[in-house]
């Protein structure tokens, strides 16, 4: 057949599929100490002909495990496997705490942005819980985000706004450049990124910077805190590296989720689907985020016991941040 | 390479007027003709994206396709243009649940083609004349992969290309306008979008993109000059148009075409083979 013969269904092509390809082009080995050698000594003995389906997918369960990449990740009709988030159960750092307290009820929504103005209505707080969503074309930005425009022509003489990120597990980085434009003075980098590109384990493109700019017809200038927790990762760490580097937003909470990655998709011989990041990522400082972090510029976290007692430690800190502001 | 390319091309043309204007009376004789034809019937795609998976993908669809062609006494021009937008389906089975359907492909193909050739040589006891010229052709392929749990990602080829075009016209009666064509065209240079293909990740370079402006079009203005080295492309055409009045015919054609696209070299090859079969409307104006 001139298109090539499809690859043989068997479990150890599945699996030697898998390790090669993560062999190519998984960026982050070196950086998450992973000798990729031993994986394949160790679990290719384990596989044969007979090894059936569940037990591929529990091979494939300890890889992803062991690897512990927010971006590594098998699918699977017996259903997926992602990293192991380190966020304990009783985390209360990741959304807000006793709203009523700290912002005006009759919250409006505005698609994707949950908008209300603190109880000090010369303040405003905008949830983004997430930045999925495709646009048209490839991978343009989703059209929901645009209306970032509306809430801010709103909220021209605002003296600053909270934008809280700290349940936002990512989706398409375009829509995180996107709302952060409109808070840009100027262009400014933001991130380094370096791709694999080749099969050897150093085989890496050099440092691209990616920047900033400003966006839409009307910028916020003013002060802005932006919220993060261990719960936020991905496209939203890249909205808050973005806004990390201009000089009048400050960034409080805690640490966010240590993944940018840039993954991919690719389909095995048995059509279970995996993912895995291609990619490095380093602040505007050059500090490598990957599974680190990106650091807040004040470090405040809600305790279980302020939680119990309906104080928001977080954005009680950024609303004095905003209401302390020349 | 690329210029070397070129030049043959020009060179081809060139040369055809050259060495062959001296042919004289062409074995099918007639006035000169301008025909549209309007064809459908079955499109058959089998592609292999190694950027997206190591399967193949496979699915038949209803195209459409439109040509005009003028016959001079001493040249051929074609206009060509035609669509189908396919599901293909792998050896996986199309899986319907309340997450997702994947394991499939959509898959939007769309041709351009404008040739041009010249009588070039006549080969009187097989009652054909051959034609040398060249085509621009320009061809979409755009799929949408489907992949476990609701995954998708867009993957695509866009390459319009300037090559070398055979055309062979065989009379099967004499006193009538039927006849048989054969075609095969080959492009040397083409021009190829999306230089850095998603999902790879594998180049020395990133998309300089503004998200929030056309995609599309910033994507055009990035495209590549490529040739052989990239992509590998073959295009045969075989037809046959028989006329049942002196106006309305009927053409019966078969289209095989075949590509290999690598952006990178030798990596991530998306492999493409295009079979069609078509019944067609011809008018003659």
């Not at chain 1, 017996?78 to 705490?97: E, F, L, N, T």
Request: include cysteine; charged fraction near 20%; proline fraction near 3%.
């Amino acid at each position: 057949m001139i298109v090539g013969a499809d690859p043989e269904n068997t479990p150890e092509n599945n699996f030697g599929t898998f390790w090669k390809d993560f062999d190519r082009y998984y960026a982050q080995f070196s950086l998450r100490h992973i000798d990729w050698d031993s994986v394949y000594t160790l679990y290719h003995s384990q596989i044969s002909l007979s090894t059936s389906d569940r037990q591929l997918f529990d091979i494939f369960s300890d890889i992803v495990l062991g690897i512990n990449d927010m971006h590594v990740s098998v699918y699977t009709p017996m259903g997926d496997v992602y990293w192991k988030s380190m966020i304990p159960a009783s985390y209360p750092s990741r959304s807000i705490i006793n709203a009523g307290k700290y912002v005006r009820s009759g919250a409006p929504q505005k698609s994707v942005f949950e908008y209300r103005t603190c109880q000090d209505p010369a303040s405003g707080y905008i949830s983004i819980q997430s930045f999925a969503g495709q646009g048209g074309g490839l991978s343009k930005t989703d059209p929901r985000y645009f209306a970032i425009d509306d809430i801010l022509s709103q909220w021209k003489n605002m003296k600053g706004i909270i934008i809280d990120v700290r349940g936002n597990g990512g989706g398409n980085s375009t829509n995180a450049e996107t709302v952060a434009g409109r808070f840009a003075d100027q262009s400014r980098v933001y991130l380094y990124r370096r791709q694999k590109n080749g099969p050897g384990k150093d085989n890496f493109s050099s440092w691209k910077s990616m920047s900033i700019e400003p966006k839409g017809s009307y910028q916020f200038l003013k002060p802005v805190v932006v919220l993060t927790s261990r719960a936020t990762e991905s496209a939203a760490e890249m909205f808050v590296m973005a806004m990390q580097v201009l000089p009048y937003v400050t960034i409080v909470g805690d640490t966010t989720g240590g993944g940018v990655g840039s993954p991919v998709f690719r389909e095995l011989p048995n059509g279970w689907t995996y993912r895995l990041s291609t990619e490095i990522a380093a602040d505007a400082q050059g500090r490598i985020i990957e599974g680190v972090g990106v650091f807040p510029d004040v470090h405040v976290l809600t305790t279980a016991a302020d939680s119990a007692n309906g104080i928001d430690r977080m954005l009680e800190k950024g609303i004095d941040i905003i209401n302390n502001s020349q | 390479m690329m210029s070397r390319s070129l030049l043959a091309i020009s060179l081809i043309l060139c040369s055809v007027r050259i060495s062959f204007s001296q042919e004289s009376s062409p074995v099918i004789s007639f006035e000169s003709q301008h025909l549209l034809t309007l064809s459908s019937g079955v499109s058959s795609h089998t592609v292999r994206d190694e950027m997206m998976s190591p399967l193949m993908y496979r699915g038949t669809q209803i195209p459409v396709a439109f040509t005009y062609r003028f016959r001079g006494s001493d040249n051929r021009h074609t206009v060509l243009l035609s669509f189908d937008n396919t599901e293909l389906n792998s050896s996986i089975t199309k899986s319907v649940n309340d997450v997702a359907v994947s394991h499939y492909i959509n898959n939007l193909h769309l041709t351009f083609e404008y040739s041009l050739s010249t009588r070039a040589a006549v080969c009187e006891n097989l009652n054909t004349t051959c034609f040398l010229g060249a085509r621009l052709s320009s061809i979409l392929s755009l799929r949408n992969h489907y992949f476990q749990n609701g995954n998708n990602l867009m993957s695509a080829e866009q390459m319009t290309g300037l090559g070398i075009y055979l055309l062979t016209e065989t009379a099967i009666q004499q006193e009538s306008d039927n006849y048989l064509r054969v075609e095969i065209y080959i492009p040397c240079v083409s021009y190829v979008l999306i230089p850095e293909r998603y999902n790879a990740n594998v180049s020395e370079t990133f998309d300089d993109i503004d998200v929030e402006q056309d995609i599309l079009w910033q994507l055009f203005k990035k495209g590549g000059v490529v040739t052989f080295n990239k992509l590998f492309q073959v295009q045969a055409d075989v037809s046959y148009i028989f006329f049942v009045s002196n106006q309305i015919g009927i053409e019966l054609q078969y289209r095989w075409l075949y590509y290999s696209f690598a952006q990178y070299q030798d990596l991530f090859h998306a492999r493409v083979l295009n079979n069609q079969f078509l019944l067609g409307l011809t008018v003659k104006l």
